[in-house]
């Protein structure tokens, strides 16, 4: 499994998301669904864009992609996590549920950190970085299971689904 798998996970679940509609059983709910995550889901898929663009270089310059993830992606990822973490939510379901994508986002950021570490020890890393892939993809199936029930409790229903 590699980035760009991880890449079409949250690009699925950022579309499904923008393309709720409900009705305003629990406007918390809503307004999360329909305004909150969609709106970080597009800043994060720019930073996850530009990372994309830099990884391509990771084994022709090393050097280039060690400056690029250590002095712009990793900073612009922190801040990103740092305003997930400033979110307002009452709702004990949709606060957990956030949390767990909190966790997907946190996950990412030491997987830049041990992308750093691999660049060093490419060899050595490479089962380290797909099991962190791998676990990222479950935490974000987990989150996007909790979003769903919370729709199909609150009558928030996908697109096509």
């Not at 992308?115 to 993809?137: A, E, F, M, W």
Request: hydrophobic share 35%; net charge positive; with cysteine.
């Amino acid at each position: 499994m590699n980035f760009k798998n991880l890449l079409v996970v949250v690009s699925i679940v950022s579309i499904a998301i923008v393309s709720c509609k409900s009705t305003p059983e629990n406007p918390e709910v809503e307004n999360y669904v329909n305004k909150t995550m969609p709106a970080f889901m597009k800043e994060e898929l720019v930073i996850m864009k530009e990372f994309s663009d830099v990884d391509q270089y990771r084994v022709t310059d090393i050097n280039k992609t060690d400056t690029a993830i250590r002095n712009n992606i990793i900073p612009k990822y922190t801040k990103f996590i740092d305003r997930l973490d400033t979110i307002t939510i009452n709702d004990s379901e949709l606060k957990k549920i956030h949390q767990q994508y909190i966790n997907v986002s946190k996950s990412q950021l030491e997987y830049f950190s041990l992308l750093l570490n691999s660049l060093k020890d490419p060899i050595n890393t490479r089962d380290t970085l797909n099991k962190k892939l791998s676990g990222q993809n479950n935490l974000m199936m987990d989150w996007n299971i909790g979003i769903r029930s919370l729709c199909k409790k609150y009558d928030i229903s996908y697109l096509g689904n």
